[in-house]
């Protein structure tokens, strides 16, 4: 039979009919996953966000996302694809606690992508969380592994800006030790940090006014994150 | 005889034609991800699934798949598996497929796979093809697990993220970082390279000393 299909030549209908079928049946198949895993993946990472949230601004227990829009700070339940955007967190009354506030910028491999949490009203960093990087195992990887680093930025003054020194040798309440062996690493979190705070500066309201809680379906704020 | 057959096909793959140590094929996922024991696991795992269900549909519809437009067929039937795979992975163990990142969709131009098809799967019935694919998949998983555990245990000090050294041991970081991975691949080619040399020469001796028996 193979013998067959070798010697005559097939016709062009079928060899374009042959792909034409194998690309259907393919484009089903993908489709079918896409939609069936669509659900788990969303709501992975609107957990993974929420669980971030939580964990760099310790008190807070509800959350929002904020945008900047037509000069002021609102409230949105799903913002606008590539949208900068910060999370106001608050606590079981409503009262606002502080902001997480994601940034991203280039590490000594990849982009290193964090959320950190900042009391506006104290001026400091309470918290840190890496949430995607692709830093050397065993090296850069101690940004997040190691935690006596991750406890440098639970109480961090970020006037005038944010200093990485060397390890041992940080006694200010802006100075952050860096990881012996991964000073690039430890560099490019303080500069993202540096730089996220630097570009919301203008952007957030005064100390006192920020936006207030609103409830939002619980659907709609799932998608929006 | 028919159980002999598809036996040898299957360990053909894990030693004798192991895809890496003895074809010296899918190089790039070998070095890229093999820097901890658990990457080296999820991307066996995945490539056991894309080549396995692959050789299944190649060595299936081998008769209705035109020779002259094969090739364009194997790759699309492999992208297939490699997008299931990928959504699979990032649905159920997110933290994996974030460390092994590009190197999932990479499988689709692993040349062990399409290799497998054309060489194998679109020649022989489907039972020889399926037995040739676990083979082979179990063969590169082994091959992923042994560099992957030897650079966790000398780059880290552990394996699957369990710390096996106690505090004094200082981890050998070259080898979780590239360098490790050729350092390492290239011992081990040492060592089997050596056994085979062994082996054939071993294997005169016996033929030589029946000979001169006689």
Redesign the interface.
């Known amino acids: 039979m193979n013998a067959s299909h070798e010697t005559a030549a097939p016709s062009s209908l079928r060899l374009v009919l042959t792909l034409a079928i194998a690309g259907l049946v393919s484009g089903i198949a993908i489709i079918g996953i896409y939609e069936s895993t669509l659900p788990t993946i969303t709501a992975n990472k609107a957990r993974e966000l929420r669980e971030a949230v939580f964990k760099v601004l310790p008190g807070v227990n509800q959350m929002q996302a904020l945008v900047y829009r037509d000069g002021e700070l609102v409230v949105v339940g799903k913002p606008e694809k590539d949208e900068p955007v910060v999370y106001g967190g608050y606590d079981e009354q409503g009262e606002f606690v502080g902001y997480a506030m994601p940034g991203a910028g280039p590490g000594f491999q990849d982009t290193i992508a964090l959320l950190y949490g900042y009391k506006p009203g104290e001026k400091i960093v309470v918290g840190m969380e890496i949430l995607e990087s692709r830093e050397t195992p065993g090296l850069g990887d101690k940004i997040y592994k190691d935690e006596e680093f991750v406890a440098e930025f639970s109480a961090l003054s970020v006037e005038p800006e944010i200093v990485s020194v060397k390890k041992g040798t940080g006694s200010l309440p802006n100075e952050v030790d860096s990881i012996t062996g991964a000073t690039i690493s430890s560099k490019a979190v303080v500069r993202i940090i540096n730089e996220t705070h630097t570009a919301w500066a203008e952007q957030l309201p005064p100390s006192g006014a920020e936006p207030e809680f609103v409830e939002i379906e619980a659907e709609s704020t799932e998608a929006g994150l | 005889m028919k159980k002999n057959e598809s036996y040898e096909e299957f360990i053909k793959g894990i030693w004798r034609d192991n895809p890496v140590f003895a074809q010296v094929l899918g190089m790039c996922p070998m070095l890229a991800v093999t820097?901890?024991a658990i990457n080296a696991i999820a991307m066996g795992g995945a490539t056991f699934f894309v080549l396995v269900g692959s050789s299944f549909l190649v060595s299936s519809f081998?008769?209705?798949?035109?020779?002259?437009?094969r090739i364009?067929?194997f790759i699309?039937?492999i992208?297939?598996f490699v997008?299931?795979a990928d959504?699979?992975l990032?649905?159920?163990v997110?933290k994996v497929h974030?460390e092994l990142?590009a190197f999932i969709p990479l499988i689709v131009a692993n040349c062990l796979i399409l290799g497998r098809q054309e060489a194998f799967a679109s020649r022989y019935p489907t039972r020889l093809a399926i037995m040739d694919a676990i083979g082979m998949a179990t063969g590169f998983l082994i091959a992923l697990l042994s560099l992957g555990a030897v650079r966790e245990i000398l780059?880290?000090g552990a394996l699957f993220g369990v710390k096996i050294f106690s505090e004094n041991f200082d981890?050998w970081?070259i080898m979780?970082?590239p360098p490790g991975g050729f350092l390492t691949l290239g011992v081990i080619l040492l060592f089997f390279n050596w056994f085979k040399y062994k082996k054939d020469e071993f294997l005169e001796d016996v033929a030589e000393a029946e000979r001169s028996g006689r």
């Open positions: 820097n901890s081998r008769n209705w798949i035109p020779k002259q437009v364009s067929c699309i039937i992208a297939t997008t299931i959504y699979t990032l649905a159920l997110p974030k990142g780059g880290d981890p970081i979780i970082l």
